[in-house]
């Protein structure tokens, strides 16, 4: 039986900066949400402990983890 994936929406990519290598492209609110409250962080908490990494090249797609920024690492709390 094939898997089937339980949410799926449809986003573009586009260019992040003009000029530079760089493609962005928009994170479902929900998956962000799940991912804080699983942690028990609200939405702004998670945002400024979590960045993305991309994992590519051996395999056919992109998979996209969340990983804690090392405390010192990380920018100051701005909202």
Known sequence: MAEQAGY??????????PGRKSIEVTF???????????KGLTIHE????????AEYDNFEG??????????????PDVR
């Open 28 to 38: 479902p609110y929900e998956v962000v949400e799940k991912e804080a409250r699983g």
């Open 8 to 17: 799926q929406k449809t986003y573009r990519l586009r260019i992040a900066v």
């Open 62 to 75: 992109v998979i996209y983890k969340f990983q804690e920024i090392p405390k010192e690492s990380r920018k």
């Open 46 to 53: 998670f945002l400024n402990r979590f960045q993305v990494i």
